[in-house]
């Protein structure tokens, strides 16, 4: 079931409390890896689980728009937008070893190995000092969803999804019109294939969790934005 639009901010103002995404994954209940756990060599990761910021995943097919309501939401309520497209597309114009796979995946329409984009994530949140992240365009797969909990000992307390038809997406992608080797017919096609195959269960597995946000990503940006500020701003009602 979806979930239907109810606000977050109660949420938000007892972020930095709430103990709820240090429990599992080899960590105890103060936080700090337990002994036995098969991830105590991840020790960078345990300053960023322990200061447990508020993370919002951001998806959505291509052209859905969550780049553009992901500038908005920033703007308006504080968050830090992390884009892991664009994180990827900095390591391809940078030095990285792993440059020209990247490059061919993104062309390809495919999604980078996990442990590749988690660790970039990784990085960009912990040198920022922000506690509520937007991450845009992650996870893509469950195999995605998986490595990041693994690796970062965190979950989303919240995921947005901008549910926006095909031909609405291809036509938005293809005047884009910022330069991007992935703005093409072909692979818009084959980005499409791989968000209904590999995308949507994670979609669905939020849903399920009760995590998920719906918005209807058809219209102008500012109608848009009203339903994503429902989401972050307004009152919860209580009875
Ligand atoms: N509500 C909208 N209506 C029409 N065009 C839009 C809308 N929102 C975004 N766009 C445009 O569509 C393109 C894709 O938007 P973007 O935010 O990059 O999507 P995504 O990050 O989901 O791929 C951009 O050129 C953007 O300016
Ligand atoms: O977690 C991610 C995010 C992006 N990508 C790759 O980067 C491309 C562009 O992603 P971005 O989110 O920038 O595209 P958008 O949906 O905004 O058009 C994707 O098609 C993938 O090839 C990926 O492999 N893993
Ligand atoms: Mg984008």
Not at 16 to 29: C, E, V
Not at 52 to 70: A, D, E, R, W
Not at 141 to 169: H, Q, S, W, Y
Request: net charge neutral; hydrophobic share 35%; proline share 4%.
């Amino acid at each position: 079931m979806w979930r239907r639009v109810s606000s977050l901010s109660p949420f938000l103002s007892s972020s930095k409390s709430s103990s709820l995404a240090l429990a599992g994954n080899g960590w105890n209940a103060c936080g700090s890896l337990a002994m036995d756990s098969p991830f105590s060599q991840v020790d960078y990761a345990s300053s960023l689980a322990q200061k447990n910021p508020f993370i919002t995943f951001v998806l959505g097919g291509p052209g859905s728009g969550k780049g553009t309501q992901c500038e908005k939401i920033a703007e308006t309520f504080g968050f830090t937008h992390l884009s892991a497209g664009d994180l990827l597309r900095k390591e391809i114009i940078s030095n990285s070893e792993e440059q020209n796979t990247i490059l061919d995946i993104i062309k390809d329409g495919k999604i980078v190995p996990s442990e590749v984009t988690v660790k970039l994530i990784l990085k960009a949140m912990e040198s920022s000092h922000s506690d509520k992240f937007l991450i845009d365009g992650f996870p893509r797969t469950e195999e995605n969803r998986v490595a990041f909990e693994r690796i970062i000992g965190l979950e989303p307390k919240a995921v947005l999804f901008f549910d926006c038809p095909e031909k609405e997406m291809v036509q938005r992608v293809l005047n884009r019109n910022q330069g991007r080797l992935d703005d093409n017919i072909d692979t818009v096609k084959k980005r499409l294939k791989v968000f209904k195959t590999l995308s949507l269960p994670v979609v669905e597995y939020y849903s399920k969790k009760g995590k998920l946000h719906k918005i209807n990503a058809v219209g102008d940006e500012d109608e848009i934005f009203e339903q994503v500020r429902a989401v972050f701003g307004a009152p919860e009602v209580t009875n």
